[in-house]
Nanobody, 127 residues
Framework: QVQLVESGGGLVQAGGSLRLSCAVS????????MGWFRQAPGKEREFLAA????????YYADSVKGRFTISRDNAKNTVYLQMNSLKPEDTAVYYC????????????????????WGQGTQVTVSS
């Protein structure tokens, strides 16, 4: 059973930074493409960033490009999302997701392509 556990959320002022972590257990972490999504109240879940198995490639939504950075440490079975220059509109529940990708990059911006999800962590940005 694959488990994903996010941490690092909280309350921050606009312009501040947070780093989210997502620890993965239950299967070989390096075989998964990892992604971050978020969902604000009353809105659909949106893609933020993805990283391929060996960190060879990263992908970002336009809304966070240049402010957020996704990275992974395969030795620690953990994926990170560094968030800088936070804005009130970044307030949401943030989720990490894993897509089993044993034979390719497997990156996707579509949540239905990810088979495993964490429970989410709340990020609140005050103005």
């Amino acid at each position: 059973q694959v488990q994903l556990v996010e941490s690092g959320g909280g309350l921050v002022q606009a312009g501040g930074s947070l780093r989210l972590s997502c620890a993965v257990s239950g299967r070989t972490f390096s075989l998964f493409t990892m992604g971050w999504f978020r969902q604000a109240p009353g809105k659909e879940r949106e893609f933020l960033a993805a990283i391929t198995r060996s960190s060879g490639s990263t992908y970002y939504a336009d809304s966070v490009k240049g402010r957020f950075t996704i990275s992974r440490d395969n030795a620690k079975n953990t994926v990170y999302l560094q968030m800088n220059s936070l804005k009130p509109e970044d307030t949401a529940v943030y989720y990490c997701a894993a897509r089993f990708s044993p034979s390719g990059s497997g990156w996707s911006k579509f949540q239905n392509d990810y088979g495993y999800w964490g429970q989410g962590t709340q990020v609140t940005v005050s103005s």
